[in-house]
């Protein structure tokens, strides 16, 4: 079965500093990646993905992705981070029609 | 327009009631996945629809879990008997077809007493 590990339980930074999240998997076959974040009382919402090509991956509200294969990780960063982006975040990878979740990383940014 | 909308958005059941979640995903989605998060974990997958079809079940915990889509739209997640184990998040999410991009709504947080 397919897996990722987030071995961060909680990220703190301060605001205009760079954020990063980490992720590893574990997968058969080409991984196919996503990032999700979930804000307070909200569903969660998807970030980027990565499916194959440029190992650097852009997405919403300002963050990429870095798809590592030698290290299995797909880390999720920005380069200054706001404290709008406290919330918690999922690395996710698909196994056949379904996505598999990590335990989440709860990322706070102080002003 | 709208996303996908989950009701009720709390549920107090008293251990062995019946419940019912309900799930409507975006107009025209294909799939729809039913996921369950506990206290501090991430969501884990319990059953999967593409239309009507309930394609995956294997994440159901007990055959207390039911889910049904039957006109291919609305779903609702049913839990008999309700335990104290069965408190969480459940979440419902929907996708123009598979697991690209899930659209997730803002969930049924249960608690069981």
């Known amino acids: 079965a397919q897996s990722v590990a987030q071995p961060e339980d909680q990220v703190n930074v301060a605001e205009g500093n760079p954020l990063t999240v980490k992720c590893t998997y574990s997968v058969s076959g080409n991984p196919y990646l996503f990032w999700y974040v979930q804000y307070p009382n909200r569903g969660l919402q998807f970030l980027l993905k990565?499916?194959?090509?440029?190992?650097l991956v852009k997405g919403s509200y300002g963050f990429e992705a870095e798809f590592n294969k030698s290290q299995t990780s797909f880390h999720l960063k920005k380069p200054s981070a706001l404290v709008s982006d406290s919330a918690l975040y999922f690395c996710a990878v698909r196994d056949m029609y379904k996505l598999s979740f990590g335990a989440g990383t709860t990322v706070t940014v102080r002003a | 327009g709208a996303g996908v909308s989950q009701s009720p958005r709390y549920k107090v059941a008293k251990r062995g009631q019946d419940v019912a979640l309900r799930c409507d995903p975006i107009s025209g989605h294909v799939s729809l996945f039913w996921y369950q998060q506990a206290l501090g974990q991430g969501p884990e997958f319990l059953t999967y629809f593409q239309n009507e079809a309930q394609l995956d079940k294997s994440g159901l915990p007990s055959d207390r879990f039911f889910a049904e889509r039957p006109e291919g739209s609305v779903s609702t997640l049913k839990i008999q008997r309700t335990q104290q184990e069965d408190s969480a998040v459940y979440l419902c999410a929907s996708s123009p077809s598979g697991a690209e991009k899930l659209f997730f709504g803002s969930g049924t947080q249960l608690s069981v007493l």
């Open positions: 990565y499916i194959t090509g440029d190992n």
